[in-house]
C-alpha cells in the first residue's frame, strides 16, 4: 500500500511513502510522521493506493514512521479544497495544506488540549467518608475533602479545591490511597470576551424593512433549493446586511446546515460574534490569526468535533472543518484582505464559492462596493444581484463636501493638513459631544526626508523606497515600510553632508499632532498598524471609541471597515488621492472603495452625517462619483478603462516577479520566462505577456527584482505554461512568485 503525502515545505510536490505491513491503512485528512531527508515531519495523508504508476519504485519509497490519527484529522472534503486551492494558485500542496491545519497540530497527537485536573471520590473514599471517625488514617484535612468530595460526584476542579483550602498535595495523597481518582479534563479556551466588549443592544423583536425582507426572503428561496448559488447583495452602508445573515443563519440552522461567517479583518470578529451568539446562542466559533495558539487550537477542536453552528472568522476561515455548509457569507467581498499576500496567494472569497459549489450550499457576497469581478458576473447573470438602496429607518447618506486642495495650499500654504473647513467641522462635533473619524491612508509622520542642498532623499539601504519618519519629536526615527530598517534621524545629508533636511509629506501621525493642536480639548486617539501593534490594542481602541472616551479617531483604512459607531456624525478624508498614484490598475476601484466605505461610517445613529473629502484630483471619476454615492457609474466608467487596457474583471492576469541578486540577473531570468511563454503560446495568440521590466518595487530587502504579468481569457491555459516555463528552470524555483487573480501588481 502506498500514501501520498503532503508535507508543510514550500513548492514540494506530493511525496509517496510505503505503508509498513500491518499498519491500517489511514484515512485521507489523518496526520502521519515520515522521514524527509534527514529530517522528520509531520504531513496529511490526501490519497493511497494499492499499486504504484510507472517509473516508481517499490524498493525506494521510504516507510511511513507513525500514523498519528485513527481517523481523519482534517476533513476529507477540505483536504479536496486545498488541494483545488495549491492547484489554481500554483502553489505546493503541503503548505497550501499547512495553512489549513491548526496551530500545534504538526507537533503531536490531537490532544494538544489545555487540560484540568478534576478529582472525583471513588467508591473507597466513600466508604472511608461513611466509616466516619473509625477511618483512622485519615487526617482532618483529607477528612474534610472527602467530605467536600462526597457533595459532587462528578469530581471538582483542583483549582477549586484549593480555593477552599484543600492543597494540591492533599489531593494526591488520596488519590494514592484510592480514595480519590484525578483525572484531565479538556476546558476549551474560549477568545471571546464578553465582558470586554458591548454590542449595539439587539432588539430580537425588529421588524424588517420592506426592503430587507425581500431580500432575506430571496436568499433564504435560494438556501431552500439545497444547491449551489452565489448571490451578490449589493447594500449600502447601513442598510442592515448583518441583521439578514442573522436570520439567514437562524434558517439555516433549522435545517440541521450549518454557516460560515467570513469579515475581512480581525477587528471585526468581536462584534460580529457578539451578534451572532445574541441571536443564536453559543454554538458560534472564531478563527482568526489573531487568537493565540492554544485559542486557535481549542476553536479548530470544537468546530472539528461538531459542537458548532456557524464559524466567525478572517480568509483562513474558508478551511474551517465545519460539516454540513449550507450558507457561505463573504461580507465585504470587495475587500483586499481576502487576499493572503504570501504562498497560497489564495483568495479567500474565491475559495469560498468553490467550497459552495462542492457544499451545495449558498455563497452571499455582500458589499456596498462590490469588487468589479463580483459585479460583473452578477450583470452578466452568473450571480444572482439582490440590491438594498436604503439604509435602514430612512437614514440618509452622509452629504460629502469635496475640498480642492490646490486652492486651500494657495491661500495658506503647501504646509496645510487640515482645511479649515474640516478644522471648524472637527471643533463644531466637539461642541455637540459627537464624534468624527479621520481617515488618511498613509502610517508614519513624515514620508520623505528630502535634501534641499543635493535634492537627494533618505532611501533604505535594502529597499528601493524612501524612510518614513515615525515616532514622538524627541525619539524620531527613519523606517522602512518593507523591511523593517531603522535608523536616527540624521541632522546631516548623508549624500552630501549638508545641514538642510526637511520632512516632506505626512501621514496618520502627523494629522493625530494636527488634531491635538487645532483641537486642544478634543480626546483624540490614533488606529494603524503601528498603534495597534500589541494584542489586544485593536478592541481596546475599539471599545473606547465606542463607549465615547475619544472624540476623534484618526486611522488608516482600518478605521473605514465595517464598524456601526451610532455616535460618529462626521468623516474627514485627508488626502483623498493617496491611492490613486500607484501604478495598480486597480487604483482607482481601491479609491472609490474606500472613499465610499469611509463616508458610510457616518450618520449611522439617529444623527445625520457629513463627510469632508480633502483632494488635490477633485475631478478624478473615482473621487466624484464615490462622492455621489453613485456605485452603477462608477463600474461602467471603470469598466470601459478595463476593457481597453485589457484587464480583469474582462481577462484574467497572473503576476509574476523574479528576485535575484543583480538588476541583470533578474531581468534576464524574467526575460527566459517570457520567452517560454511566447514559445508555449505560439500561433494561438492567447496570451499577452508585457514584461520583463524592473518591478514598482525594483528592490526589497536586498534583492533585485524583475516583474511579468501575462494576460489571457484562458486562464488555465496560461497558468500551465507559466507553471511549465518555471519548471523548466528548477534553479529559478525559490526566486519566483507567482500570483494568480493578483489583487495588487506592485
Ligand atoms: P451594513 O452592514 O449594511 O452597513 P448594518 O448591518 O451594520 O449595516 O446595520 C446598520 C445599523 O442598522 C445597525 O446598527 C443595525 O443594528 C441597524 N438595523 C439593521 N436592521 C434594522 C431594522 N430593520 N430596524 C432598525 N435598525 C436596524
Ligand atoms: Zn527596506
Given at each position: ?53 510507472n517509473g516508481l519504485s517499490a524498493d525506494a519509497m521510504k516507510p511511513i514512521r507513525e500514523v498519528l490519527d485513527a481517523e481523519a ?151 431552500d433549493t439545497g444547491s449551489f448559488h452565489v448571490a451578490l447583495l449589493h447594500g449600502v452602508t447601513g442598510s442592515g446586511k448583518t ?504
Open positions: 500500500m502506498f500514501i501520498r503525502v503532503a508535507v508543510p515545505v514550500p513548492a514540494l510536490d506530493l511525496l509517496t511513502y510505503r505503508l509498513p505491513a500491518g499498519t491500517a491503512v489511514p484515512a485521507v485528512g489523518a496526520r502521519v510522521v515520515v522521514p524527509l531527508g534527514s529530517r522528520i515531519v509531520t504531513g496529511v495523508v490526501v490519497d493511497t493506493a494499492p499499486a504504484l504508476g484529522f482534517i476533513p476529507s472534503d477540505v483536504v479536496d479544497l486545498a488541494r483545488w486551492t495549491a492547484e489554481y494558485y500554483a502553489a505546493g500542496p503541503g503548505e497550501t495544506i499547512a495553512a489549513v491545519l491548526p496551530p500545534k497540530a504538526r507537533g503531536g497527537r490531537a490532544d494538544a488540549h489545555k487540560t484540568m485536573r478534576v478529582a472525583a471520590i471513588t467508591a473507597a473514599g466513600l466508604g472511608a467518608v461513611q466509616a466516619g471517625p473509625v477511618a483512622p488514617h485519615l487526617t482532618a484535612k483529607q477528612r474534610e475533602a472527602l467530605e467536600i468530595l462526597a457533595g459532587v460526584p462528578a469530581g471538582i476542579p483542583t483549582p477549586q479545591l484549593a480555593a477552599r483550602g484543600i492543597a494540591a498535595d492533599a489531593v494526591s495523597r488520596l488519590a494514592r490511597h484510592g480514595l480519590v481518582s484525578v483525572r484531565r479534563d479538556r476546558v476549551d479556551r474560549d477568545p471571546f470576551d464578553a465582558t470586554s466588549f458591548h454590542a449595539t443592544p439587539a432588539d430580537t423583536l425588529r421588524r424588517l424593512t420592506p426592503e430587507q425582507t425581500a431580500a432575506f426572503e430571496r436568499l433564504r428561496t435560494l438556501a441583521e439578514i445573515y442573522l436570520r439567514l443563519s437562524a434558517a439555516l440552522r433549522a435545517r440541521n446546515r450549518t454557516v460560515l461567517m467570513l469579515v475581512p479583518e480581525i477587528g471585526l470578529t468581536p462584534a460580529m460574534v457578539s451578534l451572532f451568539r445574541q441571536a443564536l446562542g453559543d454554538r458560534v466559533a472564531i478563527q482568526h490569526s489573531g487568537l493565540s495558539d492554544g485559542e486557535r487550537h481549542d476553536q479548530w477542536q470544537r468546530i472539528r468535533r461538531g459542537d458548532i453552528d456557524v464559524v466567525v472568522g478572517t480568509r483562513s476561515a474558508v478551511f474551517a472543518p465545519i460539516d454540513r455548509v449550507g450558507l457561505i457569507v463573504v461580507d465585504e467581498e470587495h475587500d483586499g484582505s481576502y487576499k493572503q499576500e504570501e504562498s497560497p496567494r489564495y483568495n479567500g472569497r474565491d475559495v469560498a464559492i468553490v467550497r459552495g459549489q462542492r457544499a451545495n450550499a449558498l455563497v452571499v457576497l455582500a458589499s456596498a462596493t462590490p469588487s468589479m469581478e463580483s459585479y460583473h458576473n452578477a450583470m452578466n447573470g452568473r450571480y444572482a444581484r439582490i440590491v438594498l438602496e436604503r439604509r435602514v429607518l430612512d437614514r440618509a447618506l452622509a452629504a460629502v463636501t469635496v475640498v480642492d486642495m490646490r486652492e486651500e495650499y494657495a491661500e495658506n500654504g503647501s504646509d496645510v493638513v487640515l482645511s479649515r473647513v474640516l478644522e471648524r467641522a472637527i471643533a463644531a462635533r466637539l461642541d455637540r459631544q459627537e464624534q468624527s473619524l479621520i481617515l488618511l491612508n498613509r502610517r508614519g509622520f513624515a514620508t520623505a526626508v528630502f535634501c534641499r542642498q543635493c535634492a537627494g532623499t533618505l532611501n533604505c539601504p535594502n529597499c528601493s523606497v524612501s524612510l518614513v519618519i515615525h515616532g514622538e519629536r524627541s525619539a524620531r526615527r527613519a523606517q522602512c515600510h518593507y523591511c523593517n530598517y531603522s535608523t536616527r534621524v540624521p541632522s546631516a545629508c548623508p549624500l552630501c553632508a549638508g545641514p538642510y533636511l526637511e520632512q516632506t509629506g505626512f501621514g496618520t501621525e502627523r494629522v493625530e499632532a494636527e488634531v491635538r493642536r487645532l483641537c486642544s480639548a478634543a480626546r483624540v486617539a490614533r488606529l494603524d498598524r503601528d498603534a495597534v501593534r500589541r494584542k489586544g490594542a485593536l478592541g481596546l481602541l475599539l471599545s473606547r471609541f465606542r463607549d465615547g472616551d475619544i472624540d476623534v479617531l484618526v486611522g488608516t483604512q482600518m478605521i473605514a471597515k465595517g464598524h456601526d459607531f451610532p455616535r460618529v456624525t462626521l468623516v474627514g478624508v485627508v488626502s483623498a488621492d493617496v491611492g490613486l498614484g500607484m501604478a495598480d490598475f486597480r487604483a482607482s476601484e481601491r479609491t472609490f472603495q474606500l472613499l465610499t466605505q469611509v463616508a458610510g461610517r457616518a450618520g449611522r445613529g439617529e444623527q445625520p452625517g457629513e463627510a469632508i473629502v480633502q483632494t488635490l484630483y477633485p475631478e478624478h471619476y473615482s473621487i466624484q462619483l464615490a462622492c455621489r454615492q453613485d456605485y452603477p457609474a462608477f463600474y461602467a466608467r471603470e469598466l470601459q478603462f478595463r476593457r481597453a487596457m485589457r484587464y480583469p474583471p474582462l481577462v484574467s492576469i497572473i503576476n509574476t516577479i523574479v528576485r535575484s541578486p543583480t538588476f541583470a540577473g533578474a531581468m534576464e531570468d524574467a526575460g527566459d520566462i517570457v520567452q517560454r511563454l511566447r514559445q508555449a503560446d505560439g500561433e494561438r495568440g492567447e496570451f499577452r505577456v508585457l514584461g520583463p521590466a524592473p518591478a514598482p518595487l525594483g528592490r526589497l530587502r536586498g534583492e533585485y527584482r524583475a516583474q511579468l504579468l501575462v494576460k489571457s481569457s484562458n486562464r488555465k491555459r496560461m497558468k500551465e505554461a507559466l507553471v511549465a516555463a518555471i519548471a523548466a528552470r528548477p534553479d529559478l524555483q525559490r526566486r519566483v512568485v507567482v500570483d494568480v487573480d493578483p489583487v495588487s501588481v506592485l
